[in-house]
């Protein structure tokens, strides 16, 4: 099992940035990739960012750009969100894969005012 903890979430107005950072503890040694998803109310909960061994990074359209992911060592993943949109508020949740499935934060709230 790996426990995830999210913060840095909160109120911001249209252009401005955030960080999200996401510490992992437990089994962290079995991680094989971290990741950021979202959900809006009413959606689905999709993907944002994700990084995997050796640094590779993917990214959603709707994000590439403006948003940046990145890992300290094996415990922590950050997300830097830059240039924010409405469009961007939801709860941000933290993914990590390992071999036994994925394990999930309790998400941080992103608000972003017009």
């Known amino acids: 099992q790996v426990q995830l903890v999210e913060s840095g979430g909160g109120l911001v107005q249209a252009g401005g940035s955030l960080k999200l950072s996401c510490a992992a503890s437990?089994?962290?040694?079995?991680?094989?990739?971290m990741a950021w998803y979202r959900q809006a109310p009413g959606d689905q909960r999709d993907s944002v960012a994700r990084?995997?061994?050796?640094?590779?990074t993917n990214y959603a359209d709707s994000v590439k750009g403006r948003f940046t992911i990145s890992r300290d060592g094996r415990n922590t993943v950050y997300l830097q969100m830059n240039s924010l949109k409405p469009e961007d508020t939801a709860v941000y949740y933290c993914?990590?894969?390992?071999?036994?499935?994925?394990?999930w934060g309790q998400g941080t709230q992103v608000t972003v005012s017009s």
């Open positions: 993914n990590a894969n390992t071999a036994w499935g994925d394990n």
């Open positions: 990084i995997r061994s050796g640094g590779i």
């Open positions: 437990g089994r962290t040694f079995s991680i094989s990739s």
